[in-house]
């Protein structure tokens, strides 16, 4: 995987994020980025993170949760993961986002390749936490990078959340309390989240969450086949008042 020298070639990205496709006229705004050279604690923060992720294995129990609830991991593991970046040569990048809850972003291009951009947001953040939750970000972001395409579907983030929660369940149980007292945006609203949602609470919860975030795409697509917890979050969005 290359993580420096080529962010000098892309100064702006293009709308073509995975996470902006969208089957229709009511998708949300497109994010646009504008990449970030990468200084040494960053290139040694995401490398400290891919060393992590690589050893991140699923609790055979988690497993069997998050496929009965209709999620499909697109890894078996997080070394599955690190092999795809380094065959796929993707680039993992800091970026400035137009939207900074945006936590990170893939992006593919037939030509250049693919690009995993962090929010530039997290740059400066390297304690032990901070290097697991961006793990949890780029493992995300591989799921969404692993089928080759710039199209996304409810189902495919439901797949690629199921990563990051996965792993965190494993940083977890590997770190005791390392995510306690972690309440910034990066955790309140992402790695510390999705967990709680899958694992905690009603899934009508996390059913909400996706449909607020995700409803506005197809249900599923070729490589995601729809299931019933993907079509009850679009029949969440459809139903819902922010249409
Ligand atoms: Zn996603």
Not at 6 to 20: D, E, G, R, T, V
Not at 141 to 149: P, R, T, V
Not at 165 to 176: G, I, N
Request: with cysteine.
């Amino acid at each position: 995987m290359r993580i420096l020298s080529l962010a000098h070639n892309i100064p702006k990205i293009s709308p073509s994020f995975k996470s902006n496709t969208n089957d229709g006229a009511k998708g949300a705004a497109p994010v646009f980025a504008t990449v970030e050279t990468l200084d040494n604690t960053q290139i040694s923060t995401i490398k400290k993170a891919l060393d992590e992720l690589e050893k991140v294995e699923f609790s055979p129990n988690d497993l069997i949760y998050v496929k009965n609830l209709g999620a499909n991991p697109p890894f078996k593991n997080g070394a599955e993961a690190i092999q795809w970046l380094k065959e796929s040569k993707a680039k993992i990048l800091y970026a400035d986002f137009s939207n900074p809850k945006v936590h990170a972003c893939l992006n593919y291009d037939k030509d250049d390749g693919i690009a995993i951009f962090i929010n530039s947001n997290y740059k400066d953040k390297c304690t032990h936490a901070d290097i697991l939750a961006i793990s949890e970000a780029i493992f995300h972001e591989c799921g969404h990078g692993k089928d080759y395409d710039s199209v996304n579907s409810i189902q495919e983030e439901f797949n690629c959340l199921s990563l990051n929660v996965l792993a965190h369940r494993f940083y977890k149980k590997k770190y005791q309390g390392v995510f306690n007292n972690q309440n910034s945006f990066l955790y309140s609203e992402g790695v510390s989240l999705y967990p709680k949602l899958f694992f905690d609470f009603h899934k009508t919860a996390l059913k909400n969450r996706i449909a607020e975030k995700y409803g506005y795409l197809q249900t599923g697509d070729e490589k995601h086949p729809q299931s019933k917890f993907a079509q009850d979050i679009k029949h969440i969005y459809e139903s819902a008042t922010y249409i």
